[in-house]
């Protein structure tokens, strides 16, 4: 797909809302000819991680899940950007070789929503909050094409095929949710959680950070089986990683 001033909108769009305040040394060192890295953390289950080079020539990783349902897969955010996530559905072809049936989005940022179209293009249904469309149009991203119900309140979960999906309240946006794997005790935090190796809690500009603590709290409580957990940049890790983030907000 030609690369066009809308895909460099939402390139900028995904940085303004995600960009650290610090980068760790180990995420500068990704090699330089990965856009697209795809890994099984577990049987069935793969963290797919994209890089965005910011203007500086720093390259920072997103992190995203694909889960085996059956004959098909789940697909967990797009990768950072329209054509990037055309590559990422060219590698799960390769790499994994079954067809990805569906695709929820955790939150309207451009690291996790940039490629809907790219996914729509392809018959893959895309599922998020209303929040997460009626903050879509508002901001000029691609707009999932269906509406997840049951998760209006704080603490509120819903059963989603293979997984459940969980709305801690707002937290890094308003409007973000989590992705449980019960079969690999394997909770996909998001941007609400922070690796191990930030000292801040990155882009904060649509944070709620007097409900941030609580929903972490919420998640904390709701996964305390959790031993794998995803954060949505950097290194994977457990339940530690949300004992993490509630310690920045202490800084």
């Known amino acids: 797909m030609a690369f066009n001033w809308a895909t460099?909108?939402?390139?900028?769009?995904?940085?303004?809302?995600?960009h650290p305040s610090n980068v760790q040394a180990a995420e500068r060192s990704a090699p330089e000819s990965a856009t697209i890295d795809i890994h099984m953390v577990r049987p069935?289950?793969?963290?797919?991680t994209s890089y965005y080079t910011y203007p500086d020539g720093t390259r920072y990783p997103s992190n995203g899940l694909i889960v085996r349902e059956g004959n098909g897969l789940?697909?967990?955010?797009?990768?950072?950007?329209?054509?990037?996530?055309?590559t990422l559905l060219g590698r799960i072809k390769s790499e994994i070789g079954l067809p990805v049936r569906?695709?929820?989005?955790?939150?309207?940022?451009?690291?996790?929503?940039?490629?809907?179209d790219a996914l729509e293009a392809r018959r893959i249904e895309v599922y998020s909050l209303p929040l997460t469309q009626k903050r879509a149009i508002g901001e000029g991203m691609p707009v999932p094409d269906h509406a997840l119900a049951g998760l209006d309140i704080p603490g509120s979960s819903v059963k989603f095929g293979s997984v459940e999906l969980f709305y801690p309240g707002p937290a890094h946006a308003p409007d973000n949710i989590m992705v449980w794997v019960p079969s690999e005790h394997i909770l996909f935090g998001g941007c609400a959680v922070r690796a191990a190796a930030a000292t801040s809690l990155g882009g904060i500009a649509d944070?709620?950070?007097?409900?941030?603590?609580?929903?972490?709290?919420?998640?904390?409580?709701?996964?305390?089986?959790?031993?794998?957990?995803?954060?949505?940049?950097?290194?994977?890790?457990?339940?530690?990683?949300?004992?993490?983030?509630?310690?920045?907000?202490?800084?």
């Open 8 to 18: 460099i909108f939402l390139f900028f769009i995904g940085a303004i809302a995600c």
């Open 44 to 48: 069935g289950v793969w963290v797919h």
């Open 74 to 86: 789940l697909l967990v955010d797009t990768a950072w950007g329209e054509s990037l996530t055309v």
């Open 102 to 116: 569906r695709a929820v989005v955790t939150h309207a940022h451009g690291d996790r929503i940039a490629g809907v």
């Open 207 to 251: 944070a709620n950070r007097v409900e941030w603590p609580e929903a972490i709290r919420r998640a904390r409580s709701h996964y305390s089986e959790a031993t794998v957990v995803v954060p949505g940049h950097g290194a994977i890790g457990d339940l530690k990683l949300l004992d993490h983030t509630l310690s920045l907000f202490e800084d």
